[in-house]
């Protein structure tokens, strides 16, 4: 069982800036797959950002340019650092693990990131 938790979220203007944090428990944390989702109200979930084991990152296009994803393997954590926030990047974000394969097995309760006008 691995046990995720995101923190960073909040209240922000459109061009401001936000880093998330996502724990996560495990002794092998740097075997794991992560990733970044979120889901804005009335909308599905969708894919932000990953970052794999050996390090290489993925974006969805909305965000590339904006957001950066990077992990702490010593600290058992990743980030999403975002700037130049649009209110479209408005949502929970849930930050997810995958042990093995491209599946994530493990989800976050997420933090809630609005941005306003």
């Known amino acids: 069982q691995v046990h995720v938790v995101e923190s960073g979220g909040g209240l922000v203007q459109a061009g401001d800036s936000l880093r998330l944090s996502c724990a996560a428990s495990?002794?092998?944390?740097?075997?794991?797959?992560t990733g970044w989702f979120r889901q804005a109200p009335g909308k599905e979930r969708e894919f932000v950002a990953s970052?794999?084991?050996?390090?290489?990152?993925y974006y969805a296009d909305s965000v590339k340019g904006r957001f950066t994803i990077s992990r702490d393997n010593a600290k058992n954590t990743i980030y999403l650092q975002m700037n130049s926030l649009k209110t479209e990047d408005t949502g929970m974000y849930y930050c997810?693990?995958?042990?093995?394969?491209?599946?994530?097995?493990?989800w976050g309760q997420g933090t809630q990131v609005t941005v306003s006008s």
């Open positions: 495990g002794r092998t944390f740097s075997a794991y797959g």
């Open positions: 970052i794999k084991r050996n390090f290489d990152t």
């Open positions: 997810a693990v995958s042990v093995a394969g491209e599946r994530y097995d493990y």
